[in-house]
């Protein structure tokens, strides 16, 4: 029988709480259906299932702190349906001789009654309950389809009686920034011991990819103008073509590639903390893709409402702290992937073309890259790569 476990949503992770069920037992599911909520170091996460099947039983219950492997759910075939009592056989034909006289029946069992459907909470107002420490099943709902929203979690944390003495307080937001910290490091930390880095660094000319972004978003309205960031994405995704040792996973002891370009990227969180979802297939991605998929991610990360997927399916990580004023940035590899991206702010600079002297816009960009997947040399040539194409930046 097909068992559900609770995956490994980083490399950072040993465990998570398992805090919702959105599938009751009966229920025929689909690969990709997000089928629970979990909370880890890193916030709440929606968890989803990788095969077709019909829920069978629902092992872990709300509010467990489950290791990671461990079953959360079992499931049987598409075709198959949750187990329960027995059908009855069907009966026989009469005998010719007389029967015995019958056996009274015995009463049949009391069959369970089903389990309550999960209530509809906003991750936001879950996280704010959390703090508060306020009782989630004694919340009046008042958003679309009985969703808990945080109006109504405010609103119950004012009527509630104070608490007992002797119940524990709710983590503090400090607390879990803390654990995130820690978990952060304890990843980073196993990278550096663990992965042969090599770093390679080059500055690009992007004045003739920004004349290009400037001239693009004069013809959009406000809401669909493009950041450079993704058209550095799209760079990024085209170079990984060329130079594929720098796009999959070091597990087992060898260098898997992936099929696809998964890039992670790196998003600050606005109460601390960083975490890294991937957009998905940006290989096939054009620019204006890749910034709705970005502004997407950066609202659900900030929502809490990333998807295990995201978290898990990154090939490659690209890093930008421009925006925080930073010129060049070497980063940390996250296992099992092997190279991280990093990009600067833009700046001015010098910059001799066709022997004049000109003042031009460029950035520092960085990788930073697993030794036992490629060489120097490789990674040189993504960098060029890289440089190549975004001096051509219609073509992106």
């Not at 879990?176 to 011991?193: F, G, H, L, N, V």
């Not at 130079?243 to 790196?266: C, I, K, M, S, Y």
């Given at each position: 029988?097909?068992e559900?476990?609770?995956?490994?949503?980083?490399a950072d992770?040993?465990?998570g709480?398992?805090?919702?069920?959105l599938?009751?037992?009966?229920?025929r599911?689909?690969?990709?259906?997000?089928?629970?909520?979990?909370?880890?170091?890193?916030?709440?996460?929606?968890?989803e299932?990788?095969?077709?099947?019909?829920?069978d039983?629902?092992?872990?219950?709300?509010?467990?702190?489950?290791p990671?492997?461990?079953?959360?759910?079992?499931?049987?075939?598409p075709g198959g349906?949750?187990?329960?009592?027995?059908?009855?056989?069907a009966k026989?034909?009469?005998p010719a001789?007389a029967?015995?006289p019958?056996?009274p029946?015995?009463?049949?069992?009391a069959?369970p009654?089903?389990p309550?459907?999960?209530?509809?909470?906003s991750?936001a107002?879950?996280r704010?309950?959390?703090?508060?420490g306020v009782?989630?099943?004694?919340v009046?709902a008042?958003g679309?389809?009985?969703?808990?929203?945080?109006?109504?979690?405010e609103?119950?944390a004012?009527?509630?009686?104070?608490?007992?003495?002797?119940?524990?307080p709710?983590?503090t937001?400090?607390?879990?920034?803390?654990a995130?910290?820690?978990?952060?490091?304890?990843?980073?930390?196993?990278?550096?011991r663990?992965?042969p880095?090599?770093?390679?660094?080059?500055?690009?000319c992007?004045?003739?990819?920004l004349?290009?972004?400037?001239a693009?978003?004069a013809?959009r309205?406000?809401?669909?103008?493009?950041?450079?960031?993704?058209?550095?994405?799209?760079?990024?995704?085209?170079?990984?073509r060329?130079?594929p040792?720098?796009?999959?996973f070091?597990t087992?002891?060898?260098?898997?590639?992936?099929?696809?370009?998964?890039?992670?990227?790196?998003?600050?969180?606005?109460g601390?903390?960083?975490i890294?979802?991937?957009?998905?297939?940006?290989?096939?991605?054009?620019?204006?893709?890749?910034m709705?998929?970005l502004?997407?991610?950066?609202?659900?990360a900030r929502?809490g409402?990333?998807r295990?997927?995201e978290?898990?399916?990154?090939?490659?990580?690209?890093?930008?702290?421009?925006e925080?004023?930073v010129?060049?940035v070497?980063?940390?590899?996250?296992?099992?992937?092997v190279?991280l991206?990093?990009f600067?702010?833009?700046?001015?600079?010098?910059?001799?073309?066709?022997?004049?002297l000109?003042v031009?816009r460029v950035?520092?960009a960085?990788?930073?890259a697993?030794h036992?997947?490629?060489?120097?040399?490789?990674?040189?040539?993504?960098l060029?790569a890289?440089?190549?194409?975004?001096?051509?930046?219609?073509?992106?």
């Amino acid at each position: 029988m097909p068992e559900f476990r609770m995956p490994s949503l980083g490399a950072d992770m040993e465990s998570g709480t398992l805090v919702e069920w959105l599938v009751e037992p009966g229920q025929r599911v689909k690969r990709g259906q997000v089928v629970a909520v979990v909370e880890t170091q890193k916030g709440a996460v929606e968890v989803e299932i990788w095969e077709d099947g019909v829920v069978d039983q629902l092992v872990t219950q709300p509010g467990t702190k489950v290791p990671v492997g461990e079953v959360l759910a079992t499931l049987v075939g598409p075709g198959g349906a949750p187990s329960g009592p027995v059908a009855p056989a069907a009966k026989p034909a009469a005998p010719a001789v007389a029967p015995p006289p019958a056996v009274p029946p015995r009463a049949p069992a009391a069959a369970p009654s089903a389990p309550p459907s999960p209530r509809k909470v906003s991750p936001a107002a879950r996280r704010l309950a959390s703090e508060l420490g306020v009782d989630l099943e004694r919340v009046e709902a008042t958003g679309p389809d009985g969703a808990i929203q945080i109006a109504d979690v405010e609103r119950a944390a004012k009527k509630r009686a104070p608490a007992p003495a002797a119940r524990s307080p709710a983590p503090t937001p400090s607390d879990k920034q803390e654990a995130m910290r820690q978990a952060i490091a304890a990843a980073m930390a196993k990278s550096k011991r663990e992965i042969p880095h090599y770093y390679v660094g080059t500055t690009i000319c992007v004045e003739r990819a920004l004349q290009w972004l400037t001239a693009e978003n004069a013809q959009r309205s406000v809401k669909e103008r493009i950041l450079f960031a993704a058209v550095l994405l799209r760079a990024v995704a085209l170079a990984l073509r060329e130079v594929p040792e720098l796009n999959g996973f070091w597990t087992d002891g060898r260098f898997r590639p992936a099929q696809a370009v998964h890039l992670a990227v790196g998003l600050a969180l606005r109460g601390g903390g960083l975490i890294s979802p991937a957009i998905h297939d940006a290989q096939d991605k054009r620019v204006p893709e890749l910034m709705a998929a970005l502004g997407d991610l950066i609202q659900r990360a900030r929502a809490g409402t990333v998807r295990s997927s995201e978290l898990t399916d990154g090939t490659v990580t690209v890093t930008n702290l421009g925006e925080q004023g930073v010129e060049t940035v070497y980063g940390v590899i996250y296992p099992p992937q092997v190279a991280l991206i990093g990009f600067g702010k833009v700046v001015e600079r010098p910059w001799v073309e066709n022997g004049g002297l000109y003042v031009r816009r460029v950035v520092n960009a960085t990788l930073s890259a697993d030794h036992r997947a490629s060489v120097g040399h490789r990674g040189a040539l993504f960098l060029a790569a890289l440089d190549r194409l975004l001096q051509e930046p219609e073509n992106l």
